[in-house]
């Protein structure tokens, strides 16, 4: 029998700022999924990540099943109706839609869903990002499924040897969903050549090349910005990515994140900071809202889900929390220049194009 895994995450609504949703709203949203999922779901997680609730799901009804994305739809909507009685800041802040149209997607939430045969010991890891894009999952994706300097699997366990399929989406093409698969190692310049560019070209799925229908990694790639059509607040994507024996194993994967790589998003949305490794819901910061991520593993028997292990929470990952910090404040020395602030035409507000275009058509032109 095939399990889907499904993990959909929106902000809606942070206490006294963009920090992390209320108890109230939590307990709104958990309650909903287990009263209204419980015929529809054979298990399910609720828990944050900044400021936004992921809930995170087994079944047996394929990806893209319209009553499990209508199910926590429902719910954000519940929860958004709290987060206004409380005055909650950015209540419903990712419901970009008025009404639910049959597929979450599109809709603002993140999604990331995968269907597979499970192994008679599935294991699996959820990574949860705030306050930054889908692209800051490209570094570690191409380390962990294409790089034997940091996944040693590759070369050791014979069912990676044949390496990976990226499959890759061009978030600025709105009509439909554009696509390339690449392989992993023959195709290794070009998949590096289109990560670089992280803000436009995005990890979206990954596959096994030995058995080409086992699905491995799903990332959601929603762009709020596209969907609005302005700032609505950063896309804060997740990925779910199946580990161990003929994947990266679970130390492989998590070693990945280690760089506190610098990433798009911040304070407003409109900076360069690296992505900090913490806890398992763990507050946003305020020194600028660092961007952050989380991340769980845990096992699963016939969609049956075991406790999660917190995977950055051991001593190794204080040091690299340490690393990131100085790497936050190195970059936030150079104040409100590049890199620091992204360029113009990523900048989350209007305000200093508005600025720029004004003082340009102020400018004069000196012939002597
Ligand atoms: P979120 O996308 O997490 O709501 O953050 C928005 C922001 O601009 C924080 O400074
Ligand atoms: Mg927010
Ligand atoms: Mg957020």
Redesign the pocket.
């Known amino acids: 029998m095939k399990i889907t895994l499904s993990l959909i995450k929106a902000?809606i609504g942070g206490v006294g700022g963009?920090t992390k949703p209320s108890e109230k709203v939590l307990e709104t949203v958990r309650a909903f999924i287990e009263a209204k999922g419980q015929y529809l779901l054979t298990d399910h997680r609720v828990f944050y990540t900044?400021?936004?609730i992921a809930v995170l799901m087994t079944h047996t009804n394929g990806p893209k099943h319209e009553k499990i994305h209508q199910l926590v739809w429902d719910a954000f909507v519940a929860g958004t109706e709290v987060a206004k009685s409380q005055g909650l800041y950015g209540a419903g802040q990712d419901l970009l839609k008025d009404a639910f149209t049959g597929n979450i997607q599109g809709m603002g939430p993140g999604v990331a869903e995968i269907e597979f045969e499970e192994r008679p010991n599935e294991s699996v890891m959820v990574f949860t990002m705030?306050?930054t894009e889908p692209g800051a999952f490209n570094l570690p994706m191409y380390l962990a499924f294409a790089d034997p300097m940091w996944s040693p699997g590759l070369l050791v366990a014979p069912e990676m040897n044949k390496g990976f399929t990226f499959e890759i989406i061009d978030t600025e093409y709105l009509e439909a969903d554009k696509v390339i698969r690449l392989n992993a190692p023959e195709d290794l310049y070009d998949i590096a050549a289109l990560l670089r560019e992280t803000r436009r070209y995005v990890v979206r799925s990954i596959y096994s090349r030995k058995y080409p229908d086992q699905h491995v990694v799903s990332v959601a790639t929603t762009r709020l910005k596209h969907i609005a059509g302005k700032y609505v607040?950063?896309d804060?994507p997740v990925a779910l990515v199946r580990v161990q024996k003929m994947f990266p194993a679970t130390e492989e994967m998590g070693a990945c994140f280690r760089n506190a790589h610098y990433v798009g998003g911040d304070c407003r949305g409109s900076h360069q900071q690296p992505l900090m490794p913490v806890p398992i819901n763990s507050p946003?910061s305020v020194h600028y809202c660092i961007p952050i991520v989380q991340g769980i593993t845990f096992s699963m028997r016939n969609g049956k889900m075991t406790e999660w292990v917190d995977v950055f929470v051991d001593p190794f990952w204080d040091y690299v929390r340490q690393k990131a910090a100085e790497k936050s404040i190195a970059m936030r020395e150079q104040g409100f220049t590049e890199p620091s602030m992204l360029p113009r035409e990523e900048l989350e507000y209007g305000g200093i194009v508005e600025r720029l275009n004004r003082l340009d058509s102020t400018f004069e032109l000196k012939h002597d």
């Open positions: 902000d963009h900044g400021d936004d705030d306050k607040g950063k804060d946003a």
